[in-house]
């Protein structure tokens, strides 16, 4: 039997009753030809993810978190506070 992804893993709610869905990614590193400062795996999101307007949030060891704000800057997530 093959192991299903969900394409969220979290569902948040701002005080206005906005809803945003959140798919939790560890922050991966990678380092390149040049072997000086890692660069992050950067992960996308599937077309399901992209239909459902998720949010893709990096969390490091340090347990801090970054969200993928593109779809905020495109002003589809308005008032979405990172």
């Known amino acids: 039997m093959a192991h299903q992804q ?3 893993d979290i569902v948040a709610v701002n005080d206005d009753g906005d809803i945003y869905f959140i798919d939790v990614k560890t922050d991966g590193k990678r ?3 040049t072997g000086i400062k890692p660069s992050r795996i950067h992960r996308i999101r599937s077309s ?3 239909k459902l307007n ?3 949030a990096y ?3 340090e347990n801090n978190i970054e969200f993928i704000t593109d779809l905020i800057t495109k ?3 308005n008032g979405f506070n990172k």
């Open 6 to 8: 969900g394409p969220i």
């Open 31 to 33: 380092v390149t030809g």
């Open 48 to 50: 399901q993810q992209k």
């Open 54 to 56: 998720v949010i893709l």
């Open 59 to 61: 969390v490091d060891k």
């Open 75 to 77: 002003g589809v997530l």
